[in-house]
């Protein structure tokens, strides 16, 4: 195994010990944060719907998308190089969101954790496997963190310089789904790495393709393209 995929399964392996390390503050951190000001969950109520897959590829999330795929087209050179990107980016956002959404209700299904309007009656800590058909047992990973994590994942891979930004959306919205009560801060956590997971593994698939991406020195992807230059080592 490369050195880079070697290194992507140890921060796999971190990402899975900051969920375990969550869980036995979930109960607590949910309930607290459903206790903050009227404004600031209203707040939270009105951003929280756009982190699902459906504003992911029906609503105003893929109008962003089209338009950073335009802008990225506009800019390259001649016929072939402009449909090459075009569809390279379509198919990146596709396979990195779609995987996400694919993983994260398998996982539901068999996890069935109940949410923690259920806490009352089940504590934080509840698993009723393979009964994740309903809602009310679908906490466990959040679809909605899932969601912004691919999303923005995808973005960050494709413009580092704003990863930043990208993680800092990424982190408002889940960190909403606590505050509205949907979910535990480990459902959101998971989530969101699952997300970000699924964005770079794309990358690494297109890059061994020279598709948007190439792997640097380190064998890390980077963006190939010249407004995105991959930073230096």
């Excluded at 999330?61 to 016929?79: D, T």
């Excluded at 889940?174 to 997971?197: E, F, I, M, T």
């Excluded at 963006?223 to 930073?231: C, L, T």
Aim: aromatic letters at 14%; a positive charge.
């Amino acid at each position: 195994m490369n050195r880079p995929l070697s290194s992507s399964l140890w921060l796999l392996l971190a990402a899975a010990l900051l969920v375990v390390a969550l869980l036995p503050f979930d109960g607590m951190i949910s309930r607290l944060a459903q206790a903050l000001p009227g404004g600031i969950v209203a707040f939270n109520k009105r951003i929280t719907d756009f982190g699902t897959f459906a504003w992911m590829i029906y609503g105003s999330g893929s109008i962003v998308i089209i338009a950073y795929i335009l802008h990225r087209v506009s800019c390259s050179e001649g016929f072939s190089s402009k449909m090459k990107t075009g569809w390279r980016l379509a198919l990146y956002f596709l396979v990195t969101i779609g995987s996400a959404s694919i993983v994260v209700h398998l996982a539901k299904l068999v996890i069935g954790r109940a949410r923690p309007e259920l806490f009352a009656e089940y504590g934080a800590h509840s698993l009723s496997f393979f009964s994740g058909h309903d809602w009310i047992f679908q906490s466990f990973p959040s679809g909605h963190s899932a969601a912004v994590g691919s999303f923005f994942g995808a973005f960050s891979m494709l413009a580092p310089r704003l990863r930043i930004v990208f993680a800092l959306g990424a982190l408002a919205i889940g960190l909403s789904r606590v505050v509205v009560g949907a979910h535990y801060p480990s459902d959101v956590a998971a989530g969101l790495l699952l997300g970000l997971w699924t964005a770079l593994m794309t990358a690494f698939l297109f890059a061994r393709r020279n598709w948007l991406f190439q792997l640097d020195e380190t064998g890390w992807p980077r963006p190939k393209n010249r407004f995105h230059p991959a930073p230096s080592a």
